[in-house]
């Protein structure tokens, strides 16, 4: 059964870059859609990203222009790449697959998802 693991979770300072890692050791993530999503305790999940695998993009309004999504098919891994965090950013973040090619919607709901990482603890303090 397809497993993702995430990685690259840290303490960053407000306005700084953290990259996010997402891979498989047992599945060909380029058969797949993967989003990334955040959650703080207490509330909902909320989607941050979706990269296609026919390198479609969605971002939420939150991270547009500051978030990156990408593929590195050699190394079966997505990346998020964070620049200029901000505190409110702090959170869990999980990568998902909806277990076929594309993206479910662009609102990125997390109940379309079935698949998920463990997640990894993104901390955006001074």
């Known amino acids: 059964q397809l497993q993702l693991v995430e990685s690259g979770g840290d303490l960053v300072q407000p306005g700084g870059s953290l990259r996010l890692s997402c891979t498989s050791s047992?599945?060909?993530?380029?058969?797949?859609?993967i989003g990334w999503f955040r959650q703080v305790p207490g509330k909902d999940r909320e989607g941050v990203s979706c990269?296609?695998?026919?390198?479609?993009?969605y971002y939420a309004n939150s991270v547009k222009g500051r978030f990156t999504i990408s593929r590195d098919n050699a190394k079966n891994t997505v990346y998020l790449q964070m620049n200029d965090l901000k505190p409110e950013d702090t959170a869990v973040y999980y990568c998902?697959?909806?277990?076929?090619?594309?993206?479910?919607?662009?609102?990125?709901?997390?109940?379309?998802?079935?698949?998920w990482g463990q997640g990894t603890q993104v901390t955006v303090s001074a």
């Open positions: 998902a697959t909806p277990r076929n090619p594309a993206c479910p919607t662009i609102i990125l709901e997390p109940y379309e998802y079935d698949v």
């Open positions: 047992n599945d060909d993530l380029r058969n797949y859609a």
């Open positions: 990269n296609s695998a026919g390198d479609f993009i």
